[in-house]
């Protein structure tokens, strides 16, 4: 027994040091961790549990036979993140570059399996060449059962991608299924085809980097929703993501205490936000001053800036922060913007996340080019996320609200559970220079000084129907606070819609515009 012992222990660590010191030397040259690395950044120390670390293929041909290392170049497990459990796999690129063949395949399906079973959430840290191509169509067909799972766990386990290395080809459809996508620097590269490709079929020359780098990824295709220089900062983000969500659909987040006072108030609001409504600020400032401890963590940060998307804490309850930014294309909704918001606000429902909106928003984007784009398509989907939640919705107007995105930015009318205003707020169907231009455009052409005649009628209708307190009048919100009471507020709203409880239509799914 003791010499199958020590034969075991020396099996093991043979496994774990995987090919040997050189791989691992190159593996640092390039900039990047090992796979065992990157985990232990990932879970707390000493937590991982290790899943088939003896597996091999079983290929034959091109000297697969000859070639078969334990891991299959692929480590499963499971660990804690902050105490709680959490799957994950890590490709390793020391063998076979990290690429999928059937072993490989079947030790990703079954931590997968064991996720959704469990309720538990799934990271994926990508470093990986695509289908091991010298096992044909089994490693494709590995692809399809990844991919049927993600839309199985979907909506129900948090999926996170770590891209951590190239992902190219099908393989990139995985992380596109996740809920969040994570990328670093310098080492992250994901595209379905390949530079040399575009170069063959377009003519167009264009590098790794720039063709689906980081930064690609984070600000033009919007793919990614995080984006950092290194993977211990990366990593060490993913932790502080899963802090913030629920393990599965079926519970809350965490609550955490919480240090920071709810009756603080928000004197620097009154400061901070101009009354006048063509004058921008960050909102950025406006949120770190609302939640708690000033914290909170950007989704998308580089693309669709004209809206933001988070997840921050008030009362140590997580909160999803969707809010207009002035300081871009003055807040207004476009086609991205209405995309990156819609798909987060179908994370946090999906995962009992209350929302908070924020809204300072001009209207919708104008011009042929957003037409012709679909921004009637795309705007409809922020229409439809919103509606079909039923999560606690929040939403507050801190100056204008105007048109169709009034309505869209989580009105009462689509269903918002609390509604505030500030006294700055403007809310109405377009800015009054627009609606007096409208509204009496006969009379202003007729005046003997135009100008005149449409300085006092936009005077007279912003009078008539733009002060703060017509909507607070007729019902469209429920209050209009002091900004400095903003913090205060919003948490009374969520304790008392702690227990909300909605139930939708009974229906396989809906039918969602694409």
């Known amino acids: 027994m003791r010499d199958s012992v020590a034969l075991l222990h020396a099996t093991s660590l043979d496994a774990e040091r995987g090919p040997g010191r050189h791989s691992t030397e ?6 990047k961790s090992t796979a065992r690395e990157r985990l232990d950044l990932l879970f707390d120390a000493g937590s991982f549990h290790e899943v088939e670390r003896l597996r091999r293929h079983r290929a034959t041909g091109f000297g697969l036979e000859h070639r078969r290392p334990f891991t299959d170049g692929v480590v499963t497990g499971w660990g804690t993140v902050h105490g709680r459990t959490v799957f994950a796999y890590a490709h390793d690129f020391r063998i076979f570059g990290g690429s999928l063949g059937e072993a490989h395949a079947s030790k990703i399906h079954k931590i997968m399996d064991m996720a959704l079973s469990v309720g538990a959430p799934l990271v994926s840290l990508n470093d990986g060449a695509g289908a091991r191509i010298q096992e044909g169509v089994s490693a494709l067909a590995g692809y399809g059962g990844i991919f049927r799972r993600n839309t199985r766990a979907s909506g129900v386990i948090p999926q996170i991608a770590v891209m951590l290395g190239p992902c190219a080809g099908g393989a990139a459809y995985s992380p596109a299924l996740n809920d969040f996508v994570f990328m670093v620097r310098g080492i992250s590269r994901m595209f379905i085809t390949g530079p040399d490709v575009v170069q063959s079929v377009t003519g167009e020359e264009i590098s790794h ?5 980081a930064d690609v990824h984070g600000g033009v295709s919007g793919v990614a929703g995080f984006v950092y220089d290194d993977e211990a900062e990366c990593l060490d983000e993913v932790r502080q993501l899963l802090s913030l969500l629920p393990a599965n659909n079926r519970e809350m987040p965490p609550v955490y205490d919480c240090a920071d006072r709810v009756e603080r108030t928000n004197e620097a609001l009154v400061d901070l936000v101009p009354a006048e409504g063509n004058r921008p600020y960050d909102m950025r400032a406006v949120i770190r001053e609302i939640v708690d401890e000033g914290d909170w963590l950007e989704a998308h940060e580089g693309w669709a800036t ?7 804490r008030l009362e140590g309850q997580t909160v999803g922060l969707v809010a207009s930014q002035p300081t871009s294309l003055a807040g207004v909704l476009d086609i991205h913007a209405s995309e990156k918001a819609a798909r987060f606000i179908s994370v946090c429902d999906a995962f009992n996340i209350p929302l908070v909106t924020l809204v300072d928003v001009p209207g919708f984007l104008p011009g042929v080019d957003q037409e012709h784009g679909g921004i009637i398509r795309h705007g409809a989907k922020l229409l439809y996320a919103y509606c079909n939640a039923t999560v606690p919705r929040i939403s507050l107007v801190l100056r204008k609200a105007y048109g169709g995105a009034y309505i869209v930015m989580d009105s009462q009318s689509v269903g918002a559970d609390a509604t505030y205003a500030w006294p700055t707020n403007e809310i109405a169907v377009m800015g009054a220079e627009g609606a007096a231009q409208v509204v009496f455009r006969r009379e202003i052409d007729a005046s003997d000084d135009p100008e005149e005649t449409r300085a006092r009628l936009v005077k007279e209708y912003k009078a008539e129907l733009m002060h703060p307190y017509h909507a607070a009048e007729r019902g469209l919100v429920d209050d209009v606070i002091d900004p ?9 709203a969520l ?5 909300k409880h909605a139930d939708l239509p009974s229906r396989k799914h809906g039918n969602p515009p694409t």
């Open 26 to 31: 190159q593996q640092h040259a390039r900039g």
């Open 209 to 213: 980097e720039g063709l689906g780098g």
């Open 306 to 312: 004209s809206v933001l998307c988070g997840l921050a």
């Open 484 to 492: 400095a009471e903003t913090r205060s507020t919003l948490i009374a």
């Open 495 to 499: 304790r008392a819609l702690r227990s």
